[in-house]
């Protein structure tokens, strides 16, 4: 087994109440994804990265002064 991915697995993950990964947890998983998978896989994996740094900016409250 890969030290990269054994070690990831020991880590704790922090939920949202509706049962989500938080976002920083959601990015580290898929960034431990993409350096295992396949090519193929890796395409896909990078493509939901970009969905979900888009839908972070969509849901962010802008913060006035």
């Keep these: 087994m890969d030290q990269r991915m054994s070690s990831f697995s020991l880590q704790a993950l922090h939920w949202t109440t509706d049962g ?6 959601r990015l580290v998983l898929l960034n431990t994804l993409i350096r ?12 939901v990265v970009e969905e979900l740094a888009l839908a972070e ?5 802008q913060v006035s002064s």
């Design 36 to 47: 295992e998978s396949l090519p193929d896989v890796q395409l896909e994996l990078i493509r």
């Design 20 to 25: 989500e990964l938080i976002p920083c947890d």
């Design 57 to 61: 900016r969509r849901v962010t409250p």
